[in-house]
T-cell receptor, first 118, second 111 residues
Framework: DTGVSQDPRHKITKRGQNVTFRCDPISEHNRLYWYRQTLGQGPEFLTYFQNEAQLEKSRLLSDRFSAERPKGSFSTLEIQRTEQGDSAMYLC???FGTGGRYSAGELFFGEGSRLTVL | GENVEQHPSTLSVQEGDSAVIKCTYSDSASNYFPWYKQELGKRPQLIID?????GEKKDQRIAVTLNKTAKHFSLHITETQPEDSAVYFC??????????FGTGTRLTVIP
């Protein structure tokens, strides 16, 4: 296992089109996170899965965004009717946690999927 | 959700000097505080972390301190080297196991 992988690495699309990004986490990790990062900013939380359950969604995530993790393994992030403001790097990260108070594990990030909306 | 504030946004130091980056958080239930280094065009990578049952942790030239009462934590880099130049992010993991990031500090080490 070589770590978290994301596909595609780059996506250029026209405004109004739909795009989908895929994330394959480290195989034994039960937690998966999606973040959005724009130039000069920190990663902004979008959503988080524990196994196949989507536990939290950011207010940043409008109705045009949807994420799934159908079998608790890979995840997809879909953006419908893209807007220029959606242009950003979309980062996926995974970790393993047992649920205990001091059990949080390191988040490992993928290389990201860079979206450019023209 | 959690609100993590980080400062300074930019920091320049001479090679060999120390660098300190400070963060505050709002959620008293947060219990895990990692620091990530991100080089240009690359993914964030963990450099050190601290849990809320510990006040200080050190790993070679890097140390992190945590003050739970004041809800702030700091990164200390000693004997800085040019390869330490990067953007550094602090983060806080909430009781719901969600990780929120600060806005980043661009560190420049001047040879």
């Amino acid at each position: 296992d070589t770590g978290v992988s994301q596909d595609p690495r780059h996506k250029i699309t026209k405004r109004g089109q739909n795009v989908t990004f895929r994330c394959d986490p480290i195989s034994e990790h039960n937690r998966l996170y999606w973040y959005r990062q724009t130039l000069g900013q920190g990663p902004e939380f979008l959503t988080y899965f524990q196994n196949e359950a989507q536990l939290e969604k950011s207010r940043l995530l409008s109705d045009r965004f949807s994420a799934e993790r159908p079998k608790g393994s890979f995840s997809t992030l879909e953006i419908q009717r893209t807007e220029q403001g959606d242009s950003a790097m979309y980062l996926c990260a995974s970790s393993f946690g047992t649920g205990g108070r001091y059990s949080a594990g390191e988040l490992f990030f993928g290389e990201g999927s860079r979206l450019t909306v023209l | 959700g959690e609100n993590v504030e980080q400062h300074p946004s930019t920091l320049s130091v001479q090679e060999g000097d120390s660098a300190v980056i400070k963060c505050t958080y709002s959620d008293s239930a947060s219990n895990y505080f990692p620091w990530y280094k991100q080089e240009l065009g690359k993914r964030p990578q963990l450099i050190i972390d601290i849990r809320s049952n510990v006040g200080e942790k050190k790993d070679q030239r890097i140390a992190v301190t945590l003050n739970k009462t004041a809800k702030h934590f700091s990164l200390h880099i000693t004997e800085t080297q040019p390869e330490d130049s990067a953007v550094y992010f602090c983060a806080a993991l909430t009781g719901a196991n969600n990780l929120f990031f600060g806005t980043g500090t661009r560190l420049t080490v001047i040879p």
